[in-house]
């Protein structure tokens, strides 16, 4: 990490211990990052899932285990980080796809509100229709979910990294 990288710090152990769950404000740090800031975090148990979610935001991570068993967590912008695109099994030409039939717009909503709001939606469109969907977070259930019904999505954080956005196209013939 960069000595001149300014970090602010956020201590979930307190969420942890309580039995809370520490996601959303960890999100809404991150949210609140200026350009080239880093956060540390402070955690009771080494946050391994945290790590992919903020490498595809563009953050590095280095991990010290403190006293007690705590952990530390420093995660740093990478350098010419760009939003890596994910996507499902046979969605690598999404860019041939038809313009989305629906754009919405879920950042506002807590989870489990974004995934129930585009399952629904989905159910509403036919075969080869695409949805454009806005989320504050990358849904961690989501993408599975989209998968096991057959339907195809794109997805990345965008430019910001205060959003994650995805496109998602109904299965089935089309």
Aim: with cysteine.
């Amino acid at each position: 990490m960069s000595t001149d990288v300014i970090c602010r710090e956020l201590d979930v152990r307190p969420i942890l211990r309580e039995g809370g769950e520490p996601f959303p404000a960890i999100m809404d740090a991150v949210r609140a990052l200026q350009p080239g800031e880093g956060l540390r975090l402070l955690a009771t148990f080494q946050p391994v899932p945290l790590l992919s979610v903020m490498a595809r935001r563009g953050y590095s991570a280095k991990l010290t285990e403190l006293e007690g068993g705590d952990w530390e967590v420093v995660f740093s912008p990478a350098p010419e980080a760009s939003a890596k695109i994910l996507h499902s099994l046979g969605a690598e030409e999404a860019a041939a796809w038809p313009d989305p039939l629906w754009r919405v717009d879920l950042t506002e909503l807590e989870p489990p509100g974004p995934m129930e709001k585009v399952l629904s939606l989905i159910e509403l469109m036919e075969p080869g229709e695409v949805l454009f969907a806005l989320f504050s977070d990358e849904s961690r259930f989501l993408a599975a979910e989209l998968e096991k019904r057959g339907h195809q999505w794109v997805g990345n954080v965008d430019a910001t990294k205060g959003a994650y956005r995805m496109l998602i196209r109904v299965g089935g013939e089309g």
